[in-house]
């Protein structure tokens, strides 16, 4: 806080008037099943955002950025989206997003400070949104409840930026507590807060610095006939979480997705076995077992390989790794550490959950990923977080 006060002063002359906070965050499983309305699970984590806003007397926005020592400028009564402007677009686009909804915003001083940078793809981007939504209300003395501030977010990320408006990044960054996880339900629009009750685990993000090359078109899947087909597929079933299920029988899944390509068949297949490792995952954290918990997100990782083509040799280097760091790799019905592919997009992240004693191992694979791949890492330790908060 005391480094956000200081560049603010710097850059503006003026302390600020209001300064809020917002978490990084992954997803564990189920990051690209939300088009067939399933679910997401996600952390909130200790890599926080910080801004700062001091008001106007005009309608001009200035923005500064301190880790990238980088400034922006817009006005509000012509705000557009500019490929040029970067980061300063979500800043824009969440001052839009209240404009748009009938609210009549002043001009504002804006200073962004945060250790981690939006392009690592840990959820950074959308904590600049959050908290800047939260700061503006502040400032602004907007009376919105959090239907309304949702619905900020929403015009904001469909309307300004013009992508899709997860609801699984804005749910985790703004309903999170600390040392809990939350499932989002895309088909009720809905998420729960779930305790997250391994002792003894250390949480480690990776940015394994492997270029993002997209090798597939994500919406070639997300076509309304393939939610059809796998609707088809859903069992009803009171005693499951959520209420329904997918068909297990191969005969009948077979049967329902052979009028798709081999590709989507697999992918489709992919989207179904998420479905159930997020039931595991459930099961497993309210029954505070780990090895159940660690088989659903390394089961997840495996379909995300070998079905839906989103990872890449580096990251199958590392988790790899992280298996034999167990005393018995090749025994999967009880490991006591895991990890997955994450990120933006199709990520080149990687997140583990290790032993405590096996931390200090894992870093020496790093080094060894490193002189093998020719890749520098970039490693977090985390911790599950508290969501936005005025500070």
């Given at each position: ?41 996600s952390m909130a984590v200790d890599l926080p955002v910080y801004i700062a806003l001091s008001a106007r007397s005009d309608s001009n926005l200035r923005f500064y950025f301190v880790q990238l020592n980088e400034r922006k400028r817009a006005n509000i009564p012509s705000l557009k989206l500019k490929k040029e402007d970067k980061w300063a677009n979500a800043l824009k686009a969440i001052v839009y997003g209240f404009t748009s909804g009938g609210f009549d915003c002043g001009g504002m001083n804006v200073t962004v400070y945060s250790e981690i940078l939006p392009s690592a793809g840990f959820g950074i981007t959308t904590a600049i949104k959050v908290a800047m939504a939260w700061a503006v209300r502040d400032l602004m003395r ?250």
């Amino acid at each position: 806080m005391d480094a956000l006060v200081t560049a603010h002063k710097q850059e503006y002359g003026e302390a600020p008037d209001v300064m809020a906070q917002a978490p990084g965050r992954f997803h564990l499983i189920g990051e690209h099943t939300w088009f067939f309305k399933d679910k997401t699970l996600s952390m909130a984590v200790d890599l926080p955002v910080y801004i700062a806003l001091s008001a106007r007397s005009d309608s001009n926005l200035r923005f500064y950025f301190v880790q990238l020592n980088e400034r922006k400028r817009a006005n509000i009564p012509s705000l557009k989206l500019k490929k040029e402007d970067k980061w300063a677009n979500a800043l824009k686009a969440i001052v839009y997003g209240f404009t748009s909804g009938g609210f009549d915003c002043g001009g504002m001083n804006v200073t962004v400070y945060s250790e981690i940078l939006p392009s690592a793809g840990f959820g950074i981007t959308t904590a600049i949104k959050v908290a800047m939504a939260w700061a503006v209300r502040d400032l602004m003395r907007f009376k919105c409840n959090e239907q309304q501030m949702l619905q900020v977010l929403e015009r904001a990320n469909r309307l300004f930026l013009q992508t899709e408006n997860y609801k699984a990044d804005n749910f985790t960054a703004i309903y999170s507590k600390r040392n809990s996880l939350v499932l989002t339900d895309h088909a009720k629009n809905t998420c729960e807060v779930i305790p997250f009750p391994f002792k003894g685990r250390t949480i480690m993000l990776t940015d394994a610095r492997v270029p993002r090359i997209v090798t597939w078109n994500e919406v070639t899947l997300q076509q309304p006939e393939n939610v059809l087909l796998l609707g088809e597929l859903k069992e009803r079933r009171s005693n499951i979480y959520g209420g329904w299920h997918y068909e297990e029988n191969k005969g009948d899944v077979n049967e329902v997705l052979s009028v798709v390509n081999e590709d989507t068949r697999r992918r489709l297949i992919c989207v179904m076995n998420e479905h159930k490792c997020i039931l595991d995952a459930e099961s497993a954290l309210r029954k505070n077992d780990f090895s159940a918990f660690a088989r659903s997100v390394i089961a997840s990782h495996k379909s995300m390989r070998d079905l839906y083509d989103i990872s890449c040799p580096e990251i199958d280097w590392i988790l790899k790794r992280v298996q034999e760091l167990d005393e018995s790799p090749d025994d999967l019905r009880n490991p006591v550490n895991c990890g997955r592919i994450t990120g933006k997009g199709f990520g080149r992240c990687v997140y583990t959950i290790l032993r405590n004693s096996d931390v200090g191992k894992f870093r020496e694979k790093l080094a060894d990923y490193e002189r093998i791949f020719g890749f520098t890492p970039a490693s977090y330790e985390v911790k599950p977080s508290a969501g936005v908060k005025l500070l």
